[in-house]
C-alpha cells in the first residue's frame, strides 16, 4: 500500500460532560497510528493528571510570549485560561504522513477551519440535552451553579455546531469510537487524499 504524503487534522469537539475524553481513549486504543496532540494550558492540574501528558501546565507569562511568538496553531480563552495547539508539533507530524487529532473548544476549531481547511471538524453531542445534564449531576463533584455554568456554556456551544463536518452521539462510547473510525476511514478514501494511487499513470 503507498503512503499518504500529509497526515489528516482531526478536531473533535464537544460540551463539558459529554464524554469525550472517553472516546477519545476507545479512539487512541483502535486507532493507535493517531498521534493526540498535547494542549499547553494556564489553568491548574487536576488531581490524577500529568505535566506532558494531559496538558503541557505553563503560566500566564509563558503562554502569553507563545502567542506572541507565533508558536500557536490556535489558541483561546476558556472559563479564564488559555489553551492552545503548538503549531510545530502539529505541522511536524502531518508532514510525517501522521494523522494529528486535537481535542479543544468551538473558538480554537473555528480558528483551524479557517487555517486548514482540509480539517475533518467532528462534534460530539450526548442523546439529548437533558441527558447532558444528567451527566453533569451524576458526576456529582460540582456544585449546582458549576453545572448551571456549563449547561449554559454547552448551549451556546450548540449554536456552533452547523461549522462541523461531522455529529458524533455519544449514547455508547464503542459506538461513538466507531462512528469517528468510520469518518476517518471514509475521509482517508477521498480522491484528493488518494491521488497518490494514481499518480503518473
Ligand atoms: P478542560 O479544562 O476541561 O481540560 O478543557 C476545557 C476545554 O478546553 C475543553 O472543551 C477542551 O476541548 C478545550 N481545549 C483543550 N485544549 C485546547 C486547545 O489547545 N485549544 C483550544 N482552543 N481548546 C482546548
Redesign the pocket.
Known sequence: MKKKTRGQLIVL??P?GVG?STVISELLSERTDIYF?V???T?QPRVGEADGV??HFVTREEFEQMIANEELL???E??H?Y???SLKVIREKLDAGIDVL????V???A?VRAKCPDAVLIFIVPPSFEELSRRLHRRATDQEEVIQGRLRKAREEYQQICNYDYLVVNDKVSAAAEEIIAILTAEGCRTKNRMNFVEGV
Open positions: 469537539s464537544g463539558s469525550k496532540s494542549s499547553f494550558t489553568r494531559n496538558y490556535e489558541y483561546a476558556y472559563v485560561n489553551y492552545g495547539t486535537l481535542d479543544i473548544e473558538q480554537g476549531a480558528k
